[in-house]
């Protein structure tokens, strides 16, 4: 992987929070683990919006963003979240223009929700094989962008379009990244440093009275 790799983080009114924190965690988290094993960190991890300024994610979460669309520089890496927020997007030409642009120099190209349909919008994921959040399927599906909207399945790659499903699968998509770009044993490192195990440690069930 070159040195000064560019991931960049689309954020936007309405974006849904774990939908691009939780990738954030896994990508920074390189640099991390770079330092432990005495390299040079090489992953420049930013957030990108509109106008450059603060936004409002979907349960309130307030971000400021490191770049606007005129200022962001090229990205090798570049992902889009979900949210309600991406009903307003899929349908905004600067948003759809910005990721088309920066999708064209990627080496990966990815989503988490219904960041999938600005993708197919956009045109990098226009006739590909996606998914989204199971709710948003049919969605997603009547837009008629996408050649496959599956379900099922954490993520899915189309030549280097890589969609995942909701909220929580955007960490195992990154990480799925992650190991692309650095290899399973460098990603290994990476899960054991967050502590992720995605088995949820407790398995609700209906209390009883």
Same mark, same amino acid.
């Given at each position: 992987?070159?040195?000064?790799?560019?991931?960049?983080?689309?954020? /936007?009114?309405? =974006?849904? !929070?774990?939908? @691009?924190?939780?990738?954030?965690?896994? /990508?920074?988290?390189?640099?991390?683990?770079?330092?432990?094993?005495?390299? !040079?960190?090489?992953?420049?991890? @930013? /957030?990108?919006? !509109?106008?450059?300024?603060?936004?409002?994610?979907?349960?309130?979460?307030?971000?400021?963003?490191?770049?606007? @669309?005129?200022?962001?520089?090229?990205?090798?890496?570049?992902?889009?979240?979900?949210?309600?927020?991406?009903?307003? !997007?899929?349908?905004?030409?600067?948003?759809?223009?910005?990721? =088309?642009?920066?999708?064209?120099?990627?080496?990966?190209?990815?989503?988490?929700?219904?960041?999938?349909?600005?993708?197919?919008? =956009?045109?990098?994921?226009?006739?590909?094989?996606?998914?989204?959040?199971?709710?948003?399927?049919?969605?997603?599906? =009547?837009?008629?962008?996408?050649?496959?909207?599956?379900?099922?399945?954490?993520?899915?790659?189309?030549?280097?379009?890589?969609?995942?499903?909701?909220?929580?699968?955007?960490?195992?998509?990154?990480?799925?990244?992650?190991?692309?770009? @650095?290899g399973a044993d460098f990603c290994q490192i990476v899960v054991n440093a967050m502590e992720y195990d995605p088995a949820p440690p407790v398995r609700f069930s209906p209390r009883k009275s």
């Amino acid at each position: 992987m070159p040195d000064g790799l560019n991931i960049a983080i689309l954020i /936007f009114d309405g =974006a849904e !929070e774990l939908d @691009y924190v939780g990738p954030w965690e896994v /990508f920074t988290m390189v640099n991390l683990v770079k330092r432990i094993k005495k390299q !040079e960190p090489d992953a420049h991890v @930013y /957030f990108v919006s !509109e106008s450059g300024g603060k936004i409002t994610s979907a349960k309130g979460m307030r971000v400021e963003a490191d770049y606007s @669309y005129a200022t962001a520089p090229l990205a090798d890496i570049v992902l889009v979240p979900g949210g309600q927020g991406t009903r307003r !997007e899929v349908t905004n030409p600067a948003t759809l223009q910005w990721v =088309a642009a920066q999708a064209a120099g990627c080496k990966w190209v990815t989503s988490v929700c219904t960041g999938s349909m600005v993708l197919a919008a =956009a045109g990098p994921a226009k006739g590909k094989t996606i998914t989204t959040h199971w709710m948003a399927v049919e969605e997603v599906r =009547a837009r008629g962008d996408a050649g496959a909207v599956v379900t099922g399945q954490r993520w899915v790659v189309d030549g280097n379009v890589v969609t995942s499903a909701g909220v929580s699968a955007g960490i195992d998509m990154a990480l799925w990244v992650v190991q692309q770009v @650095y290899g399973a044993d460098f990603c290994q490192i990476v899960v054991n440093a967050m502590e992720y195990d995605p088995a949820p440690p407790v398995r609700f069930s209906p209390r009883k009275s």
